[in-house]
Protein backbone atom coordinates (compact mmCIF):
# COMPACT_ATOMS: atom_id res chain seq x y z
CA UNK A 1 0.00 0.00 0.00
CA UNK A 2 1.74 3.91 -1.20
CA UNK A 3 2.40 5.86 1.96
CA UNK A 4 0.12 8.97 2.01
CA UNK A 5 1.48 12.39 0.98
CA UNK A 6 1.83 14.80 3.91
CA UNK A 7 -0.74 17.65 4.44
CA UNK A 8 -0.56 20.64 2.56
CA UNK A 9 -1.36 21.91 6.72
CA UNK A 10 1.75 19.74 8.00
CA UNK A 11 3.90 20.89 5.01
CA UNK A 12 3.54 24.43 6.15
CA UNK A 13 3.96 23.83 9.61
CA UNK A 14 7.34 22.21 8.99
CA UNK A 15 8.14 25.32 6.52
CA UNK A 16 7.32 27.96 9.60
CA UNK A 17 9.45 26.53 12.25
CA UNK A 18 12.17 25.78 10.24
CA UNK A 19 12.18 29.39 8.90
CA UNK A 20 13.25 32.72 10.39
CA UNK A 21 10.43 34.92 11.96
CA UNK A 22 10.07 37.56 9.61
CA UNK A 23 9.48 41.28 11.63
CA UNK A 24 6.73 43.27 10.61
CA UNK A 25 6.92 46.33 8.52
CA UNK A 26 7.04 49.63 10.09
CA UNK A 27 3.56 51.04 8.44
CA UNK A 28 4.06 54.07 9.65
CA UNK A 29 7.21 54.53 7.45
CA UNK A 30 6.77 56.59 4.24
CA UNK A 31 8.99 53.39 2.97
CA UNK A 32 6.34 51.10 3.12
CA UNK A 33 4.05 50.76 0.12
CA UNK A 34 0.51 50.89 0.64
CA UNK A 35 -2.69 52.51 -1.22
CA UNK A 36 -1.51 56.34 -2.08
CA UNK A 37 -5.95 56.93 -2.95
CA UNK A 38 -7.83 58.97 -0.84
CA UNK A 39 -11.60 58.82 0.28
CA UNK A 40 -13.77 61.63 -0.92
CA UNK A 41 -16.55 61.60 1.35
CA UNK A 42 -18.48 64.10 -0.04
CA UNK A 43 -18.42 62.04 -3.70
CA UNK A 44 -19.49 58.87 -1.96
CA UNK A 45 -22.01 60.41 -0.13
CA UNK A 46 -23.72 61.74 -3.24
CA UNK A 47 -23.18 58.91 -5.27
CA UNK A 48 -25.20 56.87 -1.96
CA UNK A 49 -27.98 59.38 -2.07
CA UNK A 50 -28.43 59.09 -5.22
CA UNK A 51 -28.98 55.23 -5.12
CA UNK A 52 -31.27 55.62 -2.31
CA UNK A 53 -33.40 57.82 -4.70
CA UNK A 54 -33.31 55.57 -7.12
CA UNK A 55 -34.69 52.69 -4.77
CA UNK A 56 -37.08 54.64 -2.95
CA UNK A 57 -38.39 55.69 -6.61
CA UNK A 58 -38.90 52.47 -7.69
CA UNK A 59 -41.49 51.62 -4.67
Known amino acids: MPKRNDSARYRRRNRLSSSP ?5 DFNSRATFGSQTSLNVDKLARKNEERLRKLRDLQ
Open 21 to 25: RVLTP
